[in-house]
């Protein structure tokens, strides 16, 4: 199917939608910003989240109205979450880092990956207030505002910058688990992160800033944009537990090399999230 679908045009279409979504994040980021809260009380949207996610929808389906969208925003409804099937599917979080942009802290971005046959074929994350711009399409290599990128090559755990979140959610047991994996980090790598936002957290593993992220309690809109542009960057994105990434399973560990990436996974005590994303 990936055949029959024109992908140069939808990199130009979703660089386009990308860049005029981002205005109006930029503008509405000056100030503080108004929220309701979804799954919990830091759990939020804003209505620039649902406006930025209909203008990308929107866009897209005037030109290939037959596309299918796994959406942010549109999955928090009572309909959950849309299956993921063979059809061109956009997966869109509109404004991945919610909690910083209501503060206004210029720390979040728009990440677009659309998959053909399961597959993803085409990847952006864009942070409008800092005009980073990151970006791929599958065997033809990763960018930085279209400067090609690498990973760091990083093999060595207590040499590594790493990255992670405490999630959207505050549970005793997954704020026991992300506590104790924290602690863990803290001793054995040479600098921890939490910055807000999990696609930029990937993408700063492909641009060879952080050597390695993972998180638990993710969606597949914060993920599917970040994996792309990590593999194509030279990194490897599997699952927290050393396994395969399942990009449904709410779990993921991306990172320069994959000696790296093991070595996290033998050290993070595992937490499991549900519902998963399927």
Request: hydrophobic content about 40%.
């Amino acid at each position: 199917m990936a055949d029959s679908v024109d992908l140069g045009k939808c990199f130009e279409i979703i660089n386009n939608l990308t860049t005029e979504a981002g205005r109006l994040i930029a503008r509405n980021n000056e100030a503080r910003q108004d929220f309701v809260c979804k799954s919990g009380e830091i759990d939020l949207v804003t209505q620039t989240d649902q406006d930025v996610e209909k203008l990308i929808m929107n866009g897209i389906r005037q030109h290939f109205p037959d596309h299918k969208f796994i959406g942010e925003e549109e999955s928090s409804t009572e309909a959950g979450v849309n299956k993921l099937t063979d059809a061109p599917t956009w997966i869109i979080d509109p404004v991945d880092g919610t909690m910083n942009f209501v503060h206004a802290f210029p720390h979040s971005c728009i990440s677009v990956g659309l998959k053909v046959n399961k597959v993803t074929e085409i990847a952006i994350i864009y942070n409008p207030m800092l005009e980073q711009r990151f970006t791929a399409r599958r065997g033809q290599g990763a960018y930085y505002n279209g400067r090609r990128m690498q990973a760091s090559g990083q093999r060595h755990l207590n040499k590594s910058l790493v990255t992670s979140e405490f999630g959207t959610t505050r549970d005793d047991q997954k704020m026991q688990i992300v506590n104790e994996n924290f602690a863990k980090m803290a001793k054995n790598v040479h600098g921890l992160r939490a910055l807000g936002s999990a696609a930029l957290n990937m993408a700063m593993v492909a641009l060879g800033a952080a050597d390695a992220n993972y998180e638990f309690g993710i969606h597949a809109w914060d993920v599917c944009a970040g994996d792309l542009i990590v593999r194509e960057a030279g990194g490897v994105v599997i699952d927290p537990a050393g396994g395969d990434f399942d990009i449904m399973s709410r779990r993921v560990l991306a990172a320069a090399t994959p000696e790296l990436a093991q070595d996290i996974a033998k050290l993070l005590t595992q937490y499991y999230p549900q519902p998963r994303d399927d």
